[in-house]
């Protein structure tokens, strides 16, 4: 349910990240994917790997177009961080602006919103969003 209401409304729940966001539709990350693999930024196994991701997000950040790559769960562990990293990462390689990784959820322990944050995580949690920067500037 919580990835049905991120799809319907990427400019509400997002708005703290991008503006204007927007969800990006799978015929466009397929058109975007087989250029990056036909140019050899990524290879097959990595293409099917972002294409696994649950959702991606292309908006406008400090006047620019950046990228948010969307792991969306119940409950955020350890690994959904990870794997929301890893994507964002590969996704980074295939386009020339800002990629940034984002976990979303209805639950996410403290000790895993802690490494988001520090890992450089955007954490979405039932209508709250915590930025990795603001835990940047508290260290």
Known sequence: MTEIRLRQNPYGYFSEIVRRAKWVTSDELDDLLLEALSKGLINEDEQKELMRA?????????GQIAWLVVEVLGTVDTEDVDRAIRRSQLLARCVSEPVSAVVAGEF??????????????WVLLDGSTFSPQRISRQN
């Open 54 to 62: 649950d959702l991606i997000v292309r908006g406008v950040r400090e």
């Open 108 to 121: 996410c322990p403290e000790e895993v919103l802690r490494y988001a944050l520090r890992s450089g995580v």
